[in-house]
């Protein structure tokens, strides 16, 4: 046990899947798993593990941000020994030619600051996807016929952030979307060794201010959540 996941010895996979929200790691367990057995509830972060298709898989909620990313992260490979993190997701479109329903794979993640930071001090570290993961996660989608984006997004530390100038670089400079964890993710997995990906859902753009309906969420999440359990087994 640690002080955030209640989980014991052998309860958490090495391949784990983490959504922001608890509650859609309850609804991916209980719709893409077999079995699953729930691990965790700590300050309602609930986790669940079971298998796809023969493969022990455990799906957890990381919470809001890259504070709270940062600690289970750093928790599931440091005391539970996961190998690959994949986060799974929803991001704001920022290109034109990036949709709402959309998937992107995010090879790179920028931010302007990670709670990683005081470790590199006045380096600026590149955060990247595992190139292995992010290949198979590109077949994976295509197979399914997704529409899908490959390159680099933003990761936010604010989620009312009100620098249009900021938007407007990140479009000149073809990032794809913006979210709030990949970023850190990607740095505590190189920094013990792990694999880690995110693959993200466009639920709404920052341009036109389209939105997913609540209706069609699930499905087009359920496209994300396959297209990562494909690109940790298959």
Request: charged letters at 25%; hydrophobic letters at 45%.
């Amino acid at each position: 046990m640690t002080p955030h996941i209640g989980a014991k010895p052998g309860d958490i996979a090495e391949t784990v899947l983490l959504p922001g929200d608890p509650r859609r790691a309850k609804w991916a367990a209980e719709t893409f798993l077999k079995d699953p057995v729930l691990v965790n509830e700590v300050r309602g972060m609930l986790a669940f593990t079971g298998t796809w298709k023969g493969n022990r898989v455990t799906i957890h909620g990381s919470g809001m941000g890259m504070p709270s990313l940062s600690i289970y992260a750093n928790e599931l490979i440091r005391e539970y020994g996961a190998k690959t993190l994949i986060r799974i997701g929803s991001a704001g479109g920022i290109l034109d030619t990036v949709k709402v329903r959309d998937v992107v794979i995010a090879m790179t993640a920028s931010t302007i600051s990670t709670p990683s930071r005081g470790f590199f001090k006045e380096m600026q570290f590149a955060p990247c996807a595992n190139f292995e993961l992010m290949e198979k996660a590109v077949a994976a989608a295509r197979a399914k016929g997704t529409p899908t984006h490959v390159g680099g997004i933003y990761s936010s530390d604010v989620f009312y952030d009100e620098r249009p100038d900021l938007t407007a670089i990140l479009e000149r400079h073809g990032v794809l979307c913006v979210e709030m964890e990949a970023a850190e993710l990607y740095t505590v997995a190189a920094r013990y060794g792990a694999r880690a990906l995110a693959v993200l859902t466009i639920s709404d753009h920052l341009k036109t201010h389209e939105s997913l309906p609540a209706e069609d969420r699930e499905r087009s999440f359920g496209d994300m959540v396959e297209i990562a359990l494909g690109a940790a087994f298959d």
